[in-house]
T-cell receptor
Framework: RKEVEQDPGPFNVPEGATVAFNCTYS??????FFWYRQDCRKEPKLLMS???SGNEDGRFTAQLNRASQYISLLIRDSKLSDSATYLC?????????????FGKGTHLIIQP | GAVVSQHPSRVICKSGTSVKIECRSL??????MFWYRQFPKQSLMLMAT?????????EQGVEKDKFLINHASLTLSTLTVTSAHPEDSSFYIC????????????FGPGTRLTVL
C-alpha cells in the first residue's frame, strides 16, 4: 500500500464550480499535513498547512480526519488560474524537521 | 523572503559523467535541507536529509555513494550525481527549513537532469 494516495484525475471542472479532493495516508504516526500546488515542470508551492481543526484561506478549505487518515481540500468558486496539480504531503514529525512524503498529485483543469 | 535557488536549472550530460547541483537559501540560514527527485507523472520522492556540518541521512533505496550530498554552510547544500546514467534523468528539487522555527519547507525551482 502506498504511503500517500491521491486520485490522479484529471478533474475537469467548469469555472466557478466547487471541487474537492481527498488524500489518504497510511502512517498513523504522521503529524504534519500540507497541500501543495505544482504547475507543470515547476517546483511545488505551499498552498496551506492542514490542522486538526481544519483551516480556511479564502476560497480554499482544508480538513484533516485522523480517524480515517485522510485530508481533504475544497476549492470554491474555481478560477482558470486554479488549474494545476495539487499534491498532498505528510510528515512524521510536527516540527518540520522531517522530509515530506508526497502523493502523486491530483490534476485539476478548470474550463471556461 | 524565504527564497531558495538552485543551479543549474537544466543540465544535459553524457552517461558516465558527474553532475553537481547547488541549492542555496538566499535570505535565511537553513539548518536542514532536503533533496527530492520527481520522475514524470510521479510524486516527489525524498532522497536525503542534509544537516549543516553533518553527514546526510539517505532514504532507503538511495545510494549514498552515487548521490553525494554536502551541506558545508547554512546557506548551501550540493548534490552530486556521480557516474550518471540515463535512468538518473529526473527533476531534482531541494527544499530548506529556516532555523527560525516553523515547519514550512521552501522549495527551490528544481534542476532538470537529462543523461544521454
Amino acid at each position: 500500500r502506498k504511503e500517500v494516495e491521491q486520485d490522479p484525475g484529471p478533474f475537469n471542472v467548469p469555472e466557478g464550480a466547487t471541487v474537492a479532493f481527498n488524500c489518504t495516508y497510511s502512517n498513523s504516526a504522521s503529524q504534519s499535513f500540507f497541500w501543495y500546488r505544482q504547475d507543470c515542470r515547476k517546483e511545488p508551492k505551499l498552498l496551506m498547512s492542514v490542522y486538526s481543526s481544519g483551516n480556511e484561506d479564502g476560497r480554499f478549505t482544508a480538513q484533516l480526519n485522523r480517524a480515517s487518515q485522510y485530508i481533504s481540500l475544497l476549492i470554491r468558486d474555481s478560477k482558470l488560474s486554479d488549474s494545476a496539480t495539487y499534491l498532498c504531503a505528510v510528515a512524521i514529525g510536527g516540527g518540520g524537521a522531517d522530509g515530506l512524503t508526497f502523493g502523486k498529485g491530483t490534476h485539476l483543469i478548470i474550463q471556461p | 523572503g524565504a527564497v531558495v535557488s538552485q543551479h543549474p536549472s537544466r543540465v544535459i550530460c553524457k552517461s558516465g559523467t558527474s553532475v553537481k547541483i547547488e541549492c542555496r537559501s538566499l535570505d535565511f540560514q537553513a539548518t536542514t535541507m532536503f533533496w527530492y527527485r520527481q520522475f514524470p507523472k510521479q510524486s516527489l520522492m525524498l532522497m536525503a536529509t542534509s544537516n549543516e556540518g553533518s553527514k546526510a541521512t539517505y532514504e532507503q533505496g538511495v545510494e549514498k555513494d552515487k548521490f553525494l550530498i554536502n551541506h558545508a554552510s547554512l546557506t548551501l547544500s550540493t548534490l552530486t550525481v556521480t557516474s550518471a546514467h540515463p535512468e538518473d534523468s529526473s527533476f531534482y528539487i531541494c527544499s530548506a527549513i529556516s532555523g527560525q522555527g516553523g515547519n514550512e519547507q521552501f522549495f527551490g525551482p528544481g534542476t532538470r537532469l537529462t543523461v544521454l
